[in-house]
């Protein structure tokens, strides 16, 4: 049986290379070693790190199409960022955190994995400037919160995709729930989209 993260892959119709294959399976060992010794994902996250943090982080795609720029917000050690980043080689991201240990967490990370169509970004969402025609998060903050932030920063015709651990459907004013079906990561799971018009 194929892992969780190439099922999700197959499921955005990502044709993976080899070379990208490799990086993800580096940022996978990554995670699991120095990720959790470092602190910067749970100590129980091991066992999980297919399902909830690679495949999870892949499924963002089958939302973003083809875009220049991705906002990564509250990024913590790459997520969804680095895995879409590999994924999509012509596509410049920009992680954004406000943990000082993340980011410097991040910075090794890009660097093992010789990425380099990523920006590392210390700060506070309430304090970035500028805009985007996309941006992802994983339950960095709740959809009302992240709200605001994307209103202001989403270029128009732009789009955003929220990930969380929700056991039911999402249902938040001004976002659409979408549901990947269960057989790609073995339980349900819902992204939440909002589009600038």
Known sequence: MKPLWIRAADYAQLDLD??????????????????????????????????????????????LGPVDEVWDLGTGVGLPGIPLAIVSPGTYFRLIDRSRRRIDLLRRVLRILDLDNCQVVHGEMADLDGTTPAMVSRASLAPTELTPVVERHLQPGGVAVVGGSWQTKPDQPGWSAIEIPPEVLDQPVWLLIMRRQ
């Open 18 to 63: 080899r070379d990208q294959i490799d990086q993800l399976t580096r940022y996978r060992e990554w995670l699991i070693g120095e990720g959790i010794t470092a602190g910067g994902i749970g100590p129980g996250e091991a066992s999980r790190v297919d399902r909830r943090h690679l495949a999870d982080s892949l499924l963002f795609a089958t939302q």
